[in-house]
C-alpha cells in the first residue's frame, strides 16, 4: 500500500459526460501528479500541483482540469468525455515539488471507460 | 527533449535465475534520476528503485538493483533469484528534480515455474 488513495476505483460513463476522478496524496506530502495511461499512448503526465498551485502541465487536452485543495487532496475533472479518453487514471504524490528527484509513490489508479 | 527507452517489449525467464531489465534515457540534463515501476496484472504501480545520477553508488533495495551507467546512458534493472510474483510489465522512468516522470515502454516479465 503505497499510502495514496484514489476514488472511484472503477468509472462507466457515456460520451460528452463529465466525471470527477478523485486523489489523496500520502500524509505529508505536498505534490499532486496525475498521470494516464492508455494502450496507444502509454503513460504520460498530464498535470503536477504543489501545494495548492499549478506546477506543470504535460500533455492535458483543454477539456480536462485539475486542482489541489488546501487539505491536499486533488481532483481531476474530465469532461465532454470521447471514447479516447478511456483509460487508467494515476494519482501520484511526492514529498517535495522543489529541489532533487524524488519518488513518486502512485494511488492504485482509476480505470475509466467511456461508451 | 527526455527520453526513455526500453527494447524490450517481453521477457521470459526461469524461476530463481537472474534477469535483467534495460534502460536507456536520453537527456542533456546532468541532474536527472531513474525510477523503476512494476506494474502486476492488478494495474497499480509499485516504486522499485532509484538512482540519482550524482549517487556514487549502484542502488539495491532487497533482490533489485540498478546497473547505472552515465556514460552509456544505461539503468538497467536487476532482479536476483527471480520469483514467480515477479510476472509484470516493469516501467523505467526518468526525472529531473521533482518534475514529471517520463516513461518508457515498458517491458513484460514472465517467469516460468
Known amino acids: 500500500d503505497s499510502g495514496v488513495t484514489q476514488t472511484p476505483k472503477h468509472l462507466i460513463t457515456a460520451t460528452g459526460q463529465r466525471v470527477t476522478l478523485r486523489c489523496s496524496p500520502r500524509?505529508?506530502?505536498?505534490?499532486v501528479y496525475w498521470y494516464q495511461q492508455s494502450l496507444d499512448q502509454g503513460l504520460q503526465f498530464l498535470i503536477q500541483?504543489?501545494?495548492?498551485?499549478?506546477?506543470a502541465k504535460g500533455n492535458i487536452l483543454e477539456r480536462f482540469s485539475a486542482q489541489q485543495f488546501p487539505d491536499l487532496h486533488s481532483e481531476l475533472n474530465l469532461s465532454s468525455l470521447e471514447l479516447g479518453d478511456s483509460a487508467l487514471y494515476f494519482c501520484?504524490?511526492?514529498?517535495?515539488?522543489?529541489?532533487?528527484?524524488?519518488?513518486?509513490?502512485f494511488g492504485p489508479g482509476t480505470r475509466l471507460t467511456v461508451t | 527533449a527526455q527520453k526513455i527507452t526500453q527494447t524490450q517489449p517481453g521477457m521470459f525467464v526461469q524461476e530463481k535465475e537472474a534477469v535483467t531489465l534495460d534502460c536507456t534515457y536520453d537527456?542533456?540534463?546532468?541532474?536527472?534520476?531513474l525510477f523503476w515501476y512494476k506494474q502486476p496484472s492488478s494495474g497499480e504501480m509499485i516504486f522499485l528503485i532509484y538512482?540519482?545520477?550524482?549517487?556514487?553508488q549502484n542502488a539495491t533495495e532487497g533482490r533489485y538493483s540498478l546497473n547505472f551507467q552515465k556514460a552509456r546512458k544505461s539503468a538497467n534493472l536487476v532482479i536476483s533469484a527471480s520469483q514467480l510474483g515477479d510476472s509484470a510489465m516493469y516501467f523505467c522512468?526518468?526525472?529531473?528534480?521533482?518534475?514529471?516522470?517520463?516513461f518508457g515502454q515498458g517491458t513484460r516479465l514472465t517467469i516460468n515455474p
Open positions: 501520484a504524490s511526492s514529498s517535495t515539488g522543489l529541489g532533487y528527484s524524488y519518488e513518486q509513490y
Open positions: 538512482q540519482g545520477s550524482y549517487d556514487q
Open positions: 522512468a526518468g526525472g529531473q528534480g521533482a518534475q514529471k516522470l517520463v
Open positions: 537527456t542533456s540534463d546532468p541532474s536527472y534520476g
Open positions: 500524509s505529508g506530502d505536498l505534490s
Open positions: 500541483y504543489y501545494n495548492g498551485e499549478e506546477r
